[in-house]
C-alpha cells in the first residue's frame, strides 16, 4: 500500500527562507543569553535564558553548531565552544546527571565540538557522559535504566527517547578503542526494539522489568495519554532511533521494523501533516499539535532513505520534505511572535489517565527548534551528523 501525506513538499526558496530566519534568529539569542541556555519549553512562545540543568541544553549547543556550519561566522562557534566548558563542569561535577539523558545533551554539543573543531575538552566531557550512561546499564534485563534511582522496583524501566543516547556509546567505543560502549548499546537496543512495539506497530513509551529475574513486566506511560497509547513524539524517538541504530549497526531488523512503525506514524498524521500530540488524536478531538514529534520523524526518515532501496528511499524523503512543506508554512513565528524557530509543541500534557500537570502545551520547545534546523540541514546538504 503506498501511503503519504495530502501536503505540498517543501521548495529549495522554503528550504532557503526558514534557514535563513533560523539563523537571523540564533544571531539575536547569543548576546541575551551569553553563556546560559535555552530551556526546554517558551512561555507564550518567548524563552528566557536558564541554566544547563535540564535533559534539553544540548539541543541549544546542537543549533549553534548546525548554525557555524551553515555560515562558517565564528561567532555561533564561540558560542558553543563556552557551551562545551559549561557540560564539562556539569558532568565532572554531576550535576542532574542521574539518568539517561547523556546522548541527548553531549552528542550535539561535545562530540559535536571535537567532530567539528577538534575540541578535547568535548571529547573528555562526551567520555565522562558515556560512562555515566553505561553506568547505568542493568544485567537483569539487559537495559539501561531512565530515571531515578538505580534498581528501584517503582523505576526498574527502559524508555523509547533513550535510543537517541545509544549513539554517545558508539562514539565512544570508536574513540577509546574499549569495546564496552557499544556492546550495551546493542544490548538496550535489542531489548527496546523486542518490547516496546506493540503488534500493531504502535510504540510503548516505557517498559518494566523484574528487578529479581530481568522479565520484562509491563508496558506504561509516562508523556502519552494512557498506557496503551502511541505517544507521538516516542513514535518519533522510534523512528529516528532505529535509523540511527541501523547507521552504527547494520543490522537488517531495524530497518523492517522502521518501515513498520515509521508506516503507522505516517498513517495517523492529520491532514496538516503535522502529528498530534498522541496519535490516538484526529482533526477535530480540539487536541494540540506536536510539531517536534513530526521534525523528529522527519530527520529520521532522511536517515533512513540513506540506506533504503530507491523506490523506498524516494517515498520516506518525499514525506520528510512533506512534513518540512508544513513546518514551513503553518509551523514557523514571525520574528515578533517568538524567540524561538518552531511553533505549537508540547511539552508534557496530562490526561485522566497520566495526571502530571501540563508543561509546555502549545509551545515553543528547543528539541523540536533543534530538529527543525536539523531537517533543514539534511534538506540542504549531505551533512555528517553529531549523533
Ligand atoms: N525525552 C523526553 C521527551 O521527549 O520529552
Redesign the pocket.
Known sequence: MSIGLNVEKITKEEINTSTNEALNNLREIIPVFKDKFIPGCSNNNFYSPSENTC?TNGFHTGMYWLAWELTGDATFKNAANVHVDSFLHRIENEIEVDNHDMGFLYSLSCVAAWQLVGNETGKRAAILAADKLISRFHEKGGFIQAWGELGAPDNYRLII?CLLNMPLLYWATEVTGDEKYAKIAKIHTATSVANLVRDDFSTYHTFYFDPETGEPTKGVTA?GYKDSSPWA?GQA?GIYGLALSYHYTRDPKCIDLFYKITDFFIERSPSDGIAYWDLMFKDGDGEPKDSSASAIAGCGMLEMAKYLPKEEAEKYTNIAKQIAGALARNYTPNPKESNGLLLHGVGVKSSPYNPWGDSGVDECNVWGDYYWLELLVRLSHDWDMYW
Open positions: 535533559w527517547d508523556q513524539r524517538w
